[in-house]
């Protein structure tokens, strides 16, 4: 199959097709929005969440209508699960696919569009990553990550995921950290583990969107503040009434997520505040 981006995509707001990555690999991806004419939109390249082991595209949809109805183009990646691909093999997926969606930038979104990395829960894990192999290689270059409720912390540990998890030794994310890393050696791979990277230097802004009962709320907050001390611009916020996250952002329900209006409020703010990056960004 050509990487071409297919014509019959582009005047659907919502449309799946299987793409060809430079590696010769193929990826379901879903496409939301739609380019308009003579602008440039933000193009967010999205992974779902699920623990590293379950979801696809369908899990993905409540956070990527949530970036359709701020003006964005989406193109929400369906990434191989553990336990059959561990680490690093989704985010070798991941970066193929940002790579695709940077070359075909100006068909997907316009001339001069920015992109973003943004995932929720596991997602949020290898956005972070998929952004640091990007640092590392110097391309593409990329305008914001965004985070939602990220899994960050394979000790699975925080005050704030044992509050959720009440007396349970075993929970779905711990089951997730497992099937997802290989050996103790994955466990201190900064792209596997973005949060206990030692270099943060050279990553692009970050938007970080917890819930005040979020089980991934604390350790999404250290990475905050690790970015933040690392002198990198940083916006945070917590939603005081989102209710079951990272759960509810998973569900793929037609009725408004929680805190519908507050999440798009903070994409719109970080697609303007990130909206004038020097021209090399750009180009």
């Known amino acids: 199959m050509s990487s071409t981006l297919p014509e019959r995509l582009l005047p659907t707001l919502q449309s799946d097709d299987v793409i060809a990555l430079a590696s010769g690999q193929e990826v379901a991806v879903r496409l939301y929005g739609r380019k308009k004419t003579g602008e440039a939109s933000p193009l967010v390249v999205h992974f779902h969440g699920g623990a590293f082991i379950s979801g696809d595209l369908d899990n993905g949809c409540t956070v990527a209508h949530l970036f359709e109805a701020v003006g964005a183009r ?4 369906a990434y191989p699960l553990a336990p059959e691909h561990p680490f690093p093999q989704p985010l070798e997926i991941g970066y193929g696919v940002l790579q695709w969606a940077f070359k075909h930038r100006t068909r997907l979104a316009g001339k001069g569009a920015q992109v973003y990395l943004a995932g929720e829960e596991a997602g949020g894990n290898l956005a972070a990553g998929v952004c640091m192999m990007a640092r590392d290689q110097r391309h593409p270059p990329l305008a914001g990550q965004i985070l939602l409720s990220p899994m960050l912390d394979p000790c699975v540990g925080t005050p704030s995921l044992r509050a959720a998890t009440g007396s349970a030794t075993d929970c779905k994310w711990a089951q997730g950290w497992l099937q997802f890393l290989r050996s103790a050696c994955d466990a201190v791979h900064p792209y596997a583990v973005p949060s206990t990277a030692q270099r943060l230097a050279g990553l692009p802004p970050t938007l970080m969107l917890v819930g ?19 002198g990198l611009s940083v916006t945070r916020h917590v939603f005081d009434k989102a209710q079951q996250w990272p ?11 929680p805190c519908a209006q507050e999440v798009q409020e903070q994409f719109q703010q970080f697609f303007a505040a990130t909206r004038c990056r020097p021209p090399d960004l750009i180009s």
């Open 212 to 230: 005040l009962n979020d089980p991934m709320r604390d350790e999404a907050l250290a990475y905050a503040g690790r970015l933040e001390a690392a």
């Open 74 to 77: 989406v193109v929400s990646v």
């Open 247 to 257: 759960d509810a952002l998973l569900t793929p329900d037609p009725r408004p997520c």
